[in-house]
């Protein structure tokens, strides 16, 4: 008894109680932290001081302000989230996606060319539009009744019921009848080609143009108000004889020069498209 006294001591364990959860910090730090995120969130989605609440348009001219107002607003509100038939929507200006709304935009108004959308805290999206500048009049090879505004990049808009009599009708000889707006028919080079000759017969002889068939890559046959063609190249130049600028040269040269006045009223059609020469047709007889 007295060895087990000397040599065995009763192990004694203190008990100690769980201190409670919301004394020990890290808690606090974790609740401090969610309820800054709630209110983070609260202000970036629903905080009513920051929901789109103004629409700013600018450049434009012939689509309406109160239309491109329209779908930017009813673009700008987000869905989040839906379950059980209820949804969660947001009009935040942090939310609006720009380059979506900045699409819609161009998909659904052909006479747009191009579109910016910018930020202006807190509640203002701001539009800014550039419109396609018409160079003629696009209608279906056969008839006046289909008809479109045609701007420099080939693309057709703002679908017409007939041209009008100071508009150059410009026609494909193939692609059909049915076109729809928005979209690109012309090759960007026929078109500057094409432009390239109206500018330079009105600025230097007072000619303007009446109607342009292109046939393909390589061949556009333009009708002045005079009642005499003219057939050229619109492909890019391969070398110095070629292309639509020397093509003009050779053109103003005969027109000054070259053809005599009182045959000039007999002109049936100059063909450009020969290197370094053209052919000058009139009712009686052709000639190189």
Known sequence: MSYRKKHIKSKIYRIKGKKPLFKRPWIWYVIFSFILILILLYFWFFYSGLQVNNVLISGNKDVKTDELQNIVFQRSNIKLMSFAGLSVATKSIFVTDKKNLE????????????????????????????????????CAETTK????????????????????????????????NNFSEGKKVIDENEIKAL??????????????????????????????????????????????????????????????????????????????????????CDNQECKE
Request: charged content about 20%.
């Open 145 to 176: 009744d289909n008809c479109f505004l045609i701007d420099k990049n080939g693309v057709i808009f703002g679908q017409k019921l007939t041209p009008s009599d100071t508009s150059i009708i410009v026609r494909l000889t193939s692609g059909g």
């Open 195 to 280: 432009t390239k000759v109206q500018d330079n017969l009105e600025s230097n002889f007072q000619i303007n143009l009446t109607e342009a068939i292109i046939y393909n890559s390589k061949k556009i046959t333009v009708t002045t108000d005079k009642n005499w063609e003219i057939i050229f190249d619109p492909s890019p130049a391969s070398d110095s004889s070629s292309g639509i600028d020397s093509q003009l040269l050779r053109l103003n040269m005969l027109l000054r020069e070259g053809i005599p006045a009182e045959n000039i009223k007999n002109l049936k059609y100059i063909d450009l498209r020969l290197k370094d020469r053209a052919i000058v």
């Open 103 to 138: 699409n819609i935009i161009l998909q659904n108004f052909s006479a747009v060319e191009s579109v910016n959308i910018n930020r202006k805290l807190p509640q203002t999206l701001v539009v800014t539009v550039t419109e396609r500048t018409p160079v003629g009049v696009f």
